[in-house]
């Protein structure tokens, strides 16, 4: 578990094995004898107690964090538990020994996308808080009036996100938010809210959420009263199918989807993006249909050791059959590697061509000159080369290639995250990532390649007369 306080705002995570340990987890790893002696020494009713006890069950991104916060969101992955988290922070609100003035009943707001999905998800769901209340604690869900009645006296009740108005009115200790990030009107609702939480000394709010690059959430994030427990779907694989695991690994691991929906990665644009997330999105295909041409574009490093920068290297194809002018390109492979010496990543430049079967390597000389050249012939003598040399600027030659994606006729095959993130760092003032952007590069060449530089010879040249 670690912590981040950029901001003033805190932040912890959990990687699977390198987070903290519930006690769930030590027993399980613990021997049979241990395991029975665990067991054996409970009494009937410690039993009973023992699948109810969130202390004993809970991952280190599900026990809210200490210290003086507002807000406090949960963002992770799929499946990883943070229905789970929101629904013991309610038992918490509603059972613990909080102060309040007497005669009075704590009160929460629960708020989702919608009303069934409150109802369906965060009140009566496999994670929900019927399931995670013992039986002399469960509240009583009144449908009529869309709430949940505590044997205590406290209460919970339901709010759809659509409509924001309907919180205008009622007043609450606190509020569990369910993907936040999905909502239509989240901005409205969340602010709504602010003003209906207004009840006790210190009224609270959980959000559980997979992130996504809206604006409500963002903004939440940048709170300093915030604090942020985050997790991907792999820290709950305890809890999961193995065959969910395994075809959600297959379909998203390595995508920009994949970072969001799994690792529960909020993929942020910065300001001024020249390829935004919804762009990236967008550009995500299955299926790759035959190509009329395919290059690999490299982009070397200014030096071959062990510490240089990675070779950008790129597989794209085009096809251009159809109406003149008409044409979809297909960014195929992203085969960058981080080389010890330039015939490392020659050999893996070579090896590109030859398992998409491109007709030409397309290779920028402005560091290496002739020695480009040279390492490449060194490894294919006669392989078909073409060298390039920047004249512009990073940023301005990119912002035609941006444009072309707008158009929506580039397209990615999975697992390109790593090229997609250094695309998404690259905006209208330049590079704002660490590094080079080497596989960026490369994939400007490809696509002036096989897009900007046939549109530029088909334009007809005009002369002065």
């Known amino acids: 578990m670690t912590e981040d306080r950029d901001n003033g705002r805190a932040e912890t995570s959990t990687s699977g094995p390198q987070g903290l340990r519930s006690g769930a987890a030590w027993i399980a790893s613990a021997g049979a004898d241990i395991q029975n002696a665990f067991l054996d020494d409970l009494d009937e009713g410690e039993l009973r107690a023992l699948p109810f006890l969130l202390e004993f069950w809970a991952l280190p991104h599900q026990l809210p964090p200490e210290g003086d916060w507002r807000s406090w969101v949960i963002m992770g992955g799929r499946g990883a538990g943070k229905s789970r988290a929101g629904s013991e922070w309610v038992r918490t609100q509603v059972e613990g020994n909080l102060p309040l003035e007497p005669g009075r009943c704590r009160r929460l707001a629960l708020v989702g996308e919608t009303f069934d999905q409150v109802r369906d998800v965060m009140i009566f769901g496999e994670s929900g808080i019927m399931a995670c209340s013992p039986p002399d604690r469960r509240p009583l869900w009144k449908a009529s009036e869309r709430k949940l009645i505590w044997p205590n006296g406290a209460e919970a009740q339901a709010f759809s996100a659509s409509e924001p108005e309907a919180l205008r009115g009622p007043q609450f200790d606190g509020a569990w938010l369910d993907e936040l990030a999905k909502w239509k009107k989240a901005q409205?609702?969340?602010d709504m809210l602010q003003f209906a939480l207004r009840l006790g000394e210190d009224p609270r709010v959980c959000v559980t959420?997979?992130?996504r690059n809206v604006g409500v959430l963002k903004k939440l994030l940048e709170s300093p009263s915030t604090v942020v427990t985050?997790?991907?779907t792999e820290a709950n694989r305890a809890n999961l199918a193995d065959s969910f695991l395994e075809e959600v690994r297959a379909r998203y691991a390595g995508t920009r989807l994949g970072r969001q929906e799994l690792d529960g990665i909020l993929m942020a644009d910065a300001e001024g993006a020249l390829w935004t997330e919804a762009m990236l999105s967008a550009a995500q295909v299955t299926e790759v249909p035959p190509l009329d041409r395919i290059v690999v574009a490299v982009d070397p490093?200014?030096?071959g050791h062990e510490g240089s920068d990675e070779c950008g290297i790129i597989v794209a194809g085009v096809v251009r059959s159809g109406p003149v002018g008409s044409w979809q390109a297909y960014v195929l492979e992203d085969a960058s590697v981080r080389a010890a010496s330039p015939r490392q990543w020659a050999e893996a430049a070579v090896a590109a061509m030859a398992r998409h079967g491109a007709d030409r390597i397309v290779a920028e000389v402005n560091q290496?000159?002739?020695l480009v050249e040279s390492v490449i012939r060194q490894v294919d003598p006669l392989v078909p080369l073409k060298q390039v040399r920047a004249t512009r600027g990073k940023a301005a030659r990119a912002e035609p290639v941006a444009m072309l994606y707008e158009t929506g006729?580039?397209?990615?095959?999975?697992?390109?995250?790593?090229?997609?993130d250094q695309l998404a760092q690259m905006t209208t003032r330049g590079w704002e990532g660490k590094g080079s952007p080497d596989r960026l590069d490369a994939l400007v060449w490809a696509l002036h390649e096989l897009v900007l530089s046939q549109r530029s010879s088909a334009r007809p040249q005009l002369r002065a007369i």
């Open 188 to 190: 409205d609702t969340w």
């Open 209 to 211: 959420t997979t992130p």
């Open 230 to 232: 985050h997790a991907p």
């Open 301 to 303: 490093p200014v030096t």
């Open 368 to 370: 290496g000159g002739d």
């Open 409 to 420: 006729r580039v397209h990615h095959v999975r697992g390109l995250g790593a090229l997609e």
